[in-house]
C-alpha cells in the first residue's frame, strides 16, 4: 500500500510517478505506453509495482518492442496481446459486474482493453461480441445478460448506434466506446463518436476513441459501488 | 407535355428554365425557392406550370413571403405549410408505394416535404412516424408495412441510427435522410449524416441534410419502376 | 405506474409515445421540447403524466412560449426557468447522492439542467458553484464534498479543464458536460469536449455540449444504485 | 437456404454470423475483412458458405494475406483483385441490369468492387469508364446506355461533379460514390463525398467514400425490382 | 492621379487609406465597407475619390445603412443595389472583355459583385445566367460566348461543378467563385470552395467564398492585358 | 489589497469571486460579463471593486444592458465603448510600453479591448492602427516605434499575415490576436489563427479569436518587467 | 495535330483518353499519374504523343515506378526529378513570361512542377526563390522581375502569407498555390489554403495544395494571351 | 558579427539566406530542416555560420540522415537527440531565465526542443517534467521554481489544461505549447491547441502543436528583456 505522507511522488527523471494516486482516487497510477521509450516503461512498472506489491498496475497502448523490453525485464509481468496491455501483481478481489458489449468482431481489441482494465480496477467482466445493430435479434438474445449487469460499455465503430438501442432496452448505467472501425466518413471514428454524443436514448456517456482503458477504468468504479 | 424541339429553355433574364427536363428524366424541373425573390418563384413556377399543364410542378423551400406571393398570384396552387412547399397542377397517378418513416416528432417537416415530393413525382406515400431506436419495439410493430413498401425514405437526427436498424430488418431499397434536429456535436446534422454513411446494414444511400425533396425523387423514381 | 402488456405505445399521430420505458429502464420517456410545436409539448407530457401519476414526468429545453402552453394547459406543472425544464407529479424518493459541480457562473443553467434531472430520476443532488480551474484553491476547498458524493457531473465550457483536474484528487464516477460557454475557437463548446474526451484523468465519460440532462440521467443512475 | 427458425445465429466465439439475414432482407451476410485476421475472414466466409450453399457469399476489402488464406482454405473461393473481393459459391441469376459509371482511371477498383457487389447480389452489370466531366463529349456518347439502365452506380472522385451531370441527363435511380481520388483539399475523398450530397440535379443519393460495396448492395436491390 | 511622393498615406486616424496603391499596382484602393460605422465608409470614399478624381473608386459589401449615409454625403455616388456595392467616378474605358457565368439565379448578387468590380478595374463585361450542370444543354446553348471572352469568372454554389464543365469546354483563363448559396452539408460554401479547388479540368482557380470582388479584380487584370 | 489569508473567496452563491488571485498573480480577477446577468455583472464587479479599491478592475464583453446596469448602480465606473469593456478604479501607474498593431479599421474593437486591458494591467499603450499587408509602406513607416516597445501586440482578420511581417522586423516580443474580420473561408476567425499559428516569423505567439483582453494581459505583463 | 472528326476518344478500355481537347481548349490532355498503374501511365502517354506528336504532352505525379516504366518504355520522355514530372515531344515556343515565386526552400517542388507545366503549356518561366515575408527584403529586391512578369505563381507553405504582400507590391495577375509545408496546426496545407483564400490584397486567386501543375496551366494561359 | 550593408542575403540557389536577420531582430535566421535535403542543411547551416561565427546558429526538425551529413561535414556542430536539433557555435552568455514545464514525460522530445531553442537565443533554462493535473500535488510542489521565473514554457498534449492551472498559480508571463501526445478525438494536438487557446486563465498565449522552437524564441526574448 502507498503511504501518502512518506513518498507521494517518485522522481525517476523523466517522470514523476504519482505514488498517492490510490490514496486519492482508489486506483493506482497506469502507465500509457504510447511515447514512452521501452525503458521508461519498464523503470515506470517495476516503482508502481514496487509501491503496489499486493494490487496488480498495468500498462496500456504497449508496442511489440516494450512488451519485449518489458518481459525481459519483469519476467513475472503478463502480457494480454490483443488488449495491448500489460499488467504487473494479483488482480484484486472483484466487486461488481461489467458487461462489455462489442459491436462486431474488429472492435474486439477495444473490448479487450476495457476487459482487463476492469479487473485491474477490481471489478468481474464478462464480454457478449458481435451485435451490432444490422443484426437486431442477437442483440436481443442477449438482453437478459445486459440488464444483469452493473455497469455496461458498449464498443462499436462505423456509425456508433449500439449504445442508442441498448440505452432503449436497459437502464443499467453504460459507457459507450466509439472505435476507429470504419474507413472514408468515419475519420478514424470521428462518425461513432458523433453518434453516440448525439444519443437519443437516455444516460449514455462516452470516452475517447478507441479508449478501452478509460472506459473499463469508469465502468470498475461504477460497478464496485453498486449494490 | 414539353417539347424538346420547340422550347428547351424559356430565358427569364434572371432564369434560364429548363423546359426540356421531362423529356430527358421523366420529371419537370423544379423551384429551389431559398435565394430567391418571391417574384422570381411565381415567375418561374408560372413558367414552369404553362409548359407542364397536366402534371404538378412544385416549388420548395418556400418562405413565408414567397408563400403569399405564390397564393396572390397562383390562387390555384396548393401550399403544405408543414413541407413548406407549394404545388401547381394536378398530381399524376401513382405508380409503386413509398414509405416515409420518422424517428421523432421534431423531423416531421422534413418527412413532409419527402411525401409531397413523392406523391408530385409519381409515386404513393405512406408515413410512418416516431419509430426510433429508444424504443425499438415501436419500430418492430411497424416492421411489416416497411416490408410492403417498393422504397423505403428513413428521415432521423440526432445519431442517425434508424436507417442503419432498418436496413437491417428489411431489404427494400432505403434512402436516409440526416436532419439537423439537435444541438451540440450534432453540428447542424452532420452527426447523423456522418452516420448514415457509415451504416453497417447493407444498401443505405444518404441524400444532403434536411433533404426531404432529393430522397423524394429517388425514391418515387425508384418505387414507379417496381415491379 | 405503466404497463407493459396494456399499452406500450400512445400514438398521438405526430407522435408514439413510449409508454413502456420505466419498465423496460427504470424511468419514463422525457420530452426534448426543442423542434416541437408548444401543442405538441403539452400534449405528450399530459400522455406521460397519465401513464405515470405517481412520478414526476419532465420536459427539457423548454421555450417561453411552450412555458406558457404548459402553464395554461397543466396549472400542476413546475417550470425551473433556469434549467429551462418543466416537471410534472411528485419527484420520487432519492437514493444515492450526486454531486453538481459547475465550473463558473456561466454554466449555472447546464449544471441546473442536470441538477433537475437527477432529482427527477430519484437521485439527491448538491450543487457547487464556480470552482474553474484557474483559482485552484477553490476547488480543494470543496474536496471533501466531492468525496462524498456517489456521483460526480463536472460542468466547464471554454477549456473544459476541470474534469481532468478532479478526476486526479477522487476516485468517485464522474460524467463531464462540455458547455458552448466560451467564444472563438470554443467553436460553440468544441474544445470543451475534445478537452474532457482527452483527458489525462481516468474515468471521465462525456455526454454531449450542453446536455445537463443526459448527464442527469447517467448520474442519478449510478448514484442510486450505490452502496 | 437458412432457415430462420433452426439456427438464426451461428456463435464463432470472436463472431455471431447473422444466417438469419437472407430471410429478413434477401441477401446473406457480407464479410468485411479489414480489421478482422486471415482466419476469422477463412471461418466467417466458410461457415456462410455452409448456411448458403447454392448462393455466392462474399468478402470484401480483402488485403493480400487474407486473400491468399482464402484461396489454401477455400480453394474454390474467387478473387477479384481489382475489387480486392472474394466470392464463394455461384452466382445469382441476374434480374434487372445496373450501369456502374467511373469518372476517371484512378477510380476503376471502387467501380470494380461496385459492379462485383451487384452480380453477387443478383443484377446484370455494365461497365463504363473514364467519362469526367473534363471532356463531356465523352459522356454524351453514352449517353443511351445510362437511359438503358435500371440503375447507375456513378464513381467519382476529386471535385465528383459526375452525378450531377449525368442526373441532368437521365432520370435513372443514381447511386453516387465518391472516392477518395485525389490530393491536398480533396480531404480524403471529403470534397467529392460534399460535392454529391449538394447536387443541384435531383435524385442523385450517397454513399460512403470508396464505398463501392454499399452502392452495389443498393443498386441491385433496385434493379431486380425493377419493372 | 495619385502622386506616390507627395501622399503615400492619408491618417484619417481610424485607417490610414493607401493612395499610393495605383501608383503601385494599377488600381486605387477599394473600400471593404463590412465592420466599419457609415461615417468610416463615406469618409473613406470620400478621402480615395478626392485622391482620384477621374477614375472611379468603390465600396463593397455596403449595408442598407450605410448605402444611405453616402447618399447622403455623397450624392453623386452610383449604388448597384443587387451588387450591394457603390461607385464613385467615372468608370474607367474599358479593355478586354469578362464573361460572368452564373449557375443559378440565387448566385446573381455574387456575379452582379463580379460584374461591377470588373467595369471598376477597366474591364467590359457580359453576364451569363443559370446555366448550371443539371441541364447541360443551357451551357452548350453560349459555348460560343464563353470562348470569345479573354477572361472567364464562373459563379456557382451548392456543388460546384460549373467550372469543371465549362474547363473541358474552353481554354480561356478561368476564375472559380464558389457561393454559399445551399445548405446542410453545403457548410456555408465549403462544398463549392473544395469542389473547385479540386477541378479535374485545368487551369480553374479559385477566390474565397462569395468573393465576387476578388473574382472581378483578377478578371479585370487578365483582360485588359489580353491581346 | 486583498489579504489572502482573511479571505480567499468571496461566495455569492452564483460565484466565488477570487479574491486571492492578486496576490497569487500580480493582478485582481476580471470579470467576463458574456453568460452573466447584468445583475451578476454589477455585483461581481462591486464586490471586486472592494476588495481591490486602489487599483482598476474590470468586466470584458459587457452587452448595452449590462454596461446600463453598472452605469445606474456604479456610477464611478468607466465605459470603453469601442472596447466593450468597464473598469472601475484607478489605473495603475504604468511600467512598461506596449504597442497594439491593428491591421484594419474593422479590427479596431478587438485592438481597443487589447489597449485598455494593458491599461488596466499596468503598462502603458501606443496603438497603430491599419497597417496592413496589402500596402506595406505603410508599415515600414511606423518601424520604429514597433521597435521601440517592450511587447507587441498585433491584430489582424482575413488572412492574419500581419504578425509574420512584424516578426520579420523586428525582435520584440510578439502576442498575435487573429480576428473574425472577413467572411466565407474565414470560418469566423479560423483562418487567421491558422495563419499566425503557422508564422515563418519566430516568436509568434497567439491568443484566440478575438482575445483581445488575453493578449492586453500577456502583453502587460511582458511589458512591465522589462527592463 | 488532333482531328476533332476523326477521333475525339482514344478508348483504351481503362480509359478514354481525350484527343479532342486540345481542339477545344487549346492544350492537350495531361496524364494524372497519381493512381495509375505505371502501364497505364506509359500507354496514355504515348497515345498521347502519337495523337500530338509536334507538341510536348506530359504526366505529372509521377512514382519512381511510373518513371522507370515510362524511361524503359518510351526513351525519348524527359524526366523532371524535381518536379515528379515527365514530358514527351518538344515544348512548344514561348509566349509570355510568367514568374514562380516560392516562399521558401522546401516549396522548391511544387514550384517546379508549376514551372515546367508553364513551358509544356507554352509560356517562359523565370523562377524566384526564398522569399518569404519573415525577411521582407529579400522580396523588395526582386519587385521588379515580379512586375515585368506577365502572370506571377506564388507559392507559399505555412501561414501562406507571400501572396497578399506581392498582391500590395504589384497589379501582374496572380495565381497562390499553398503547399503542404509545415505541421501542426497546418493540417496539411489547410492553413496556407484559408490565407489565401482570405488574402487582404485585391485578385489573389488560388489553386489546390500542392498543385503546381494547376496554376501552371492557368498561368500560361493568361500569359500567352498577354500583349 | 552579420552587416546590414555589405550582405544582406546569400544567394544559395535553392535559398536566400537571412544574413540580415540578427541586425533587425537581435537573432540569426534557423534552419527548419523539414523537407529540406541534408546537403541543403549542411549548406545553409554552414553559410550562417560563417556569418555569424561568435554565436551558436541552429538547425531544427533534423532527420537521422540530415543529422549524419551535418556531423560528417560541420564536426564542430552539436546534436541534441531528445531536441532533434543541432547548434554550431558557441551559446550566448544568458540573461534571464525560462522554466519549462512539461506535463508528462511523452511531451519531453517538445519541451527539449524548447529549452535548446531558448539556451540558443540567450535565456537560461530549468525543466520541470511530469506534472500533469491529474495529480496537481506535483505542480503545487515545484510552484515556486514557477513564480521565480521569468518566463514559462508549458508544454502539453491530451487535454491541454496545465497552462490554466499554471496560468491561476503565477503570474509570469507564459507561452503554452500543445503536443501531438495523445490518441482519437486529440487529432494530432488540436484537443490541447484549442484548450489552451480557450484558456480561462488569464495571459495564456500559444504557439503551434509541437512548436518547441517558437515558444523557445518567444520565452527567450521575454527572459533576457527581464529586469
Known amino acids: ?56 498496475v498495468m500498462a496500456t497502448r504497449v508496442s511489440a518492442e516494450a512488451a519485449a523490453a518489458v518481459a525481459a525485464a519483469l519476467p513475472q509481468a503478463v502480457l494480454d496481446q490483443e488488449a495491448r496491455a ?16 462489442a459491436a462486431g468482431t474488429s472492435d474486439l481489441p477495444v473490448a479487450a482493453e476495457a476487459a482487463l482494465t476492469c479487473r485491474v480496477h477490481g471489478a468481474e467482466v464478462e464480454t457478449v461480441t458481435d451485435v451490432g445493430v444490422a443484426g437486431i435479434h442477437r442483440l436481443m438474445a442477449v438482453r437478459d445478460r445486459l440488464d444483469a449487469a452493473d455497469c455496461l460499455v458498449v464498443v462499436a465503430g462505423m456509425e456508433g448506434a449500439l449504445p442508442s438501442v441498448v440505452g432503449g432496452l436497459v437502464g443499467v448505467p453504460m459507457i459507450g466506446v466509439p472505435t476507429s472501425v470504419g474507413y472514408g466518413a468515419s475519420f478514424g471514428g470521428l462518425a461513432a463518436l458523433l453518434a453516440m454524443l448525439n444519443s437519443c436514448a437516455p444516460g449514455v456517456s462516452v470516452v475517447n476513441i478507441d479508449n478501452g482503458y478509460g472506459a473499463g477504468v469508469a465502468a470498475a468504479r461504477i460497478a464496485r459501488r453498486a449494490r
Do not use: Y
Open 86 to 101: 500489460v499488467t504487473l501483481g494479483p488482480l484484486p478481489a472483484p466487486r461488481g459486474r461489467v458487461c462489455v458489449v
Open 1 to 56: 500500500m502507498s503511504g501518502r505522507a512518506e513518498e507521494p511522488i517518485a522522481d525517476l527523471g523523466f517522470a514523476r510517478v504519482d505514488l498517492d494516486r490510490e490514496s486519492r482516487t482508489g486506483d493506482p497510477e497506469v502507465v500509457f505506453a504510447d511515447g514512452k521509450t521501452p525503458e521508461q516503461v519498464v523503470e515506470i512498472l517495476a516503482r508502481l509495482h514496487d509501491a503496489h506489491p499486493s494490487r496488480a
